[in-house]
């Protein structure tokens, strides 16, 4: 837990929101790990810096689409006395959240195909019948959910949604959150990437709906090796799989406290989030920030 000297607004699993002033926050990204729905008592080295990296990638590629809430990349000063805050903050436009999670699905997979298995349907929406788990969807659908304090966000209709946010508001980020899957799932399928669903959360700065939070990172993706994807079958995930092969190989029963990490696990699974990075915008994450430097 990064405990920094300014007011502390809110934490997720691998995030934390500080408060920087009444107009910006510093959002630092850990190194923390969850898998099964569980935080992993080892971080992965460098984890945040990925994370950070792949967000920043996408805001920029996607900034024809929709403004964001990124001010800058710099660790503000008077904050990082080492580096070890290097690469894995952002200071961001505080926003106005819309209290709905912005999903957008490709392909049949998570909680929308334990739906279609149950009434083929999706979010309540009607499906075509006989798709199989994995299934590429004839085109991608913006699917919300609500956003739940504790446990498990909602999967909900775009009529709730609507109720939710307001029409217009609720439209409008449909647009955007389609247009945004649309690009970089485009995009990552140039890379051999398949992003099977993502999760966009939205707010409205200077009266805009602004993309804000992480972006198309793996933790809030289902990133897929095309070349393993194939409908019926479960494609290993690009960063996740070793890890979560290791850990359904030691029996753990998926609640707190998990098992120790060998270095090996945890060394194999930076790999795969280096990789992603690396893959994903041809770019060197040697080259970002506070990379190499502890
Ligand atoms: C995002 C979240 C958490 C990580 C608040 N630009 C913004 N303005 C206002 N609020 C937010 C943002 Cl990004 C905001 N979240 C979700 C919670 C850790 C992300 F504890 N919460």
């Avoid at 060998?262 to 990789?275: F, L």
Wanted: proline content about 8%.
């Amino acid at each position: 837990m990064s405990a920094l000297s300014i007011p502390h607004l809110a934490s997720g699993k691998v995030r934390d929101i500080y408060e920087l002033d009444d107009r910006h926050l510093l959002f630092v990204t850990s190194d923390r790990m969850s898998a099964f729905d569980v935080v992993m008592a080892e971080p992965i080295p460098d984890k945040g810096r990925v994370l950070t990296a792949v967000t920043a990638f996408w805001l920029e590629r996607l900034s024809g689409v929709a403004p964001n809430h990124l001010v800058s990349l710099d660790v503000p000063a008077g904050l990082g006395e080492d580096h070890d805050l290097d690469g894995r903050v952002m200071v961001v436009r505080r926003a106005q959240m819309l209290p709905i999670e912005c999903i957008v699905r490709g392909y049949l997979s998570g909680s929308a195909w334990a739906e279609y298995k149950r009434t083929e349907t999706m979010h309540g929406t009607p499906l075509p019948s006989g798709l199989r788990q994995s299934e590429r969807l004839p085109e991608p659908v913006f699917t919300p959910s609500t956003k739940a304090e504790s446990g498990h966000d909602e999967n909900i209709s775009f009529e709730e949604a609507a109720a939710l946010a307001g029409e217009d508001l609720a439209a409008e980020a449909r647009r955007i959150s389609l247009a945004a899957y649309e690009q970089a799932a485009a995009l990552a399928a140039e890379r051999g990437i398949i992003i099977a669903d993502t999760k966009f959360e939205l707010g409205i700065i200077d009266g805009a709906l602004a993309i804000c939070d992480e972006v198309l990172t793996p933790d809030s993706s289902r990133f897929w090796p095309a070349d393993a994807w194939s409908p019926g079958q479960i494609p290993p995930s690009f960063d996740k799989q070793p890890l979560r092969d290791w850990l359904e190989g030691t029996g753990w029963d998926k609640t707190p406290p998990p098992p120790a990490l060998p270095d090996e696990i945890v060394e194999a699974t930076r790999s795969r989030y280096v990789e992603a990075y690396e893959r994903l915008t041809g770019l060197r994450f040697a080259d970002w920030p506070g990379v190499g430097a502890r």
